[in-house]
């Protein structure tokens, strides 16, 4: 969280990531007109959002169900589907979407940064989606 907290700060700005992005794409595909390239780094910086907080909600997903859990000696050993607890993934995801909101009501204090709430939206997703595919994995791990 402290990391995402970081990334919030005006250096972390788009203005400051199109210093660095915009240059590689331009050598990379030389006769990109400027608009699929501002296009690109829009969905760079959105696929950033996802994929920090996923990372984000499967170590809340572990912190959560390490803390409500006995330690591993004194448990009896579990199945892997009957280990899956929903009430501890969406707390992970509960968590993921008030961190979200959180960093946004930060970054409105940032100059250069612009709170959105449809970044909150992307980043409850994709701590949606860590937790959505860890209990797929799981499910498949099982049979």
């Excluded at 050598?27 to 959002?49: E, M, N, S």
Aim: positive net charge; contains cysteine.
């Amino acid at each position: 969280m402290a990391l995402i907290f970081l990334a919030s700060s005006d250096s972390s700005s788009y203005q400051h990531s199109s210093h660095l992005l915009e240059p590689i794409l331009h050598w990379l595909f030389p006769h990109l007109v400027q608009t699929r390239i501002d296009a690109i780094h829009y969905i760079f910086r959105k696929c950033g959002h996802l994929s920090e907080y996923a990372v984000l909600a499967l170590l809340l997903w572990r912190a959560v169900g390490n803390t409500r859990r006995q330690p591993a000696e004194a448990r009896p050993r579990q199945s892997v589907q009957s280990s899956w607890k929903w009430n501890e993934a969406g707390l992970a995801i509960l968590l993921v979407f008030l961190s979200a909101a959180l960093d946004e009501f930060h970054q409105s204090f940032v100059p250069e940064r612009t709170p959105l709430i449809s970044d909150i939206f992307i980043d409850t997703c994709g701590g949606a989606a860590a937790i959505l595919t860890l209990w797929l994995l799981r499910r498949w791990q099982k049979s």
